[in-house]
């Protein structure tokens, strides 16, 4: 009997000490499992869109017009069928960020407003800038700006990326106004349109040296004539050293023309820096244009 008595002890004993040791601060845990790594692919990055919003059914986003809309409480700009939306500020600016890529229809709401503006097709990433005139159930692109510059240039499409492409070496961005034809002037859609065709682009230049496109037209690939393509354009001479007009680098050489306002042959240093000019010359690779005119404007 003491030896069954003994053995229980010893027994009891040992399974304390072993209990004991499992709870000690030191002892090692057992190994978590490892993290399981999504497989889901990363969203591709949203668009921006921002611009500003006048009102009335004038031909630019004038000043009296964003004032008038802010008085009223500012508008509401949102993307339709997604919770994105943003309020315009004193200035009438708004600004949509993480708009999915794909067409997109805008619509803005204010007193005495409600009014829907297709705006095209966004790609991932692109920043689009656009000014938008409002009244009451319509909405529309401005165009006819006088703070931009006129552009027509032609030249290959390098690249085509959403609404967004590379002619002659130069961007061009697309909205929901622009236009595409056909070498016989007939409507055709952005799609038609492939790298290494021969376009004409009009628009308006814009402050980094991208073109807003109010017209894209197909043309035959002789169109261009030899030596470069054919750019005209009107901006705000902003650099002399080196000249920049509107944004893009312009060259000159003993062949370029400078002239006032009245036609008569002035220097370069007569030109004053702040003022308008308008430039003919042949785009080059390198995206500058070499200058075969440079005119003084009013």
């Known amino acids: 009997m003491a030896n069954r008595y003994l053995s229980l002890s010893v027994a009891f004993v040992l399974a304390a000490a072993a209990a004991a040791c499992d709870s000690a601060p030191g002892s090692p845990a057992a190994p978590s499992p490892a993290p399981v790594e999504s497989s889901s692919p990363a969203a591709p990055p949203g668009a921006t869109i ?94 006819g700006d006088d703070r931009g510059a006129d552009v027509s240039l032609r030249g290959a499409i390098e690249a085509i990326a959403g609404g967004e492409l590379r002619v002659a ?61 054919s750019v005209n354009f009107v901006g705000t001479l902003s650099s002399k050293a080196p000249l920049v007009v509107a944004g893009r680098t312009v060259v000159t050489d003993g062949d370029t023309r400078i002239l006032d306002a009245r036609n008569s042959t002035i220097s370069l240093a007569a030109l004053p820096l702040g003022g308008r000019v308008e430039v003919e010359g042949t785009s080059r690779s390198d995206g500058s244009v070499l200058a075969k005119k440079i005119k003084q404007q009013d």
Do not use: H, W
């Open 50 to 143: 921002g611009g500003t919003v006048g009102l009335g059914s004038g031909t630019s986003a004038m000043s009296e017009s964003v004032i008038a809309l802010a008085n009223a409480g500012g508008a509401k700009v949102s993307v339709v069928g997604r919770s994105i939306s943003a309020t315009t500020d004193d200035s009438g600016r708004f600004e949509l960020k993480d708009v999915p890529p794909g067409e997109a229809e805008l619509r803005f709401e204010a007193r005495g407003v409600d009014a829907r503006l297709g705006i095209g097709t966004v790609a991932s990433g692109q920043t689009m800038t656009i000014a938008v005139q409002v009244q009451g159930q319509t909405a529309a692109l401005a165009r």
């Open 169 to 229: 070496g130069r961007r061009v961005v697309t909205d929901g106004a622009t236009k595409y034809l056909d070498r016989q002037n007939g409507s055709i859609a952005l799609s038609a349109l492939k790298v290494g065709d021969q376009v004409q682009v009009e628009g308006i230049g814009r402050t980094d040296g991208s073109v807003m496109a109010a017209k894209i037209k197909q043309e035959g690939g002789d169109d261009n004539g030899p030596g470069g393509v």
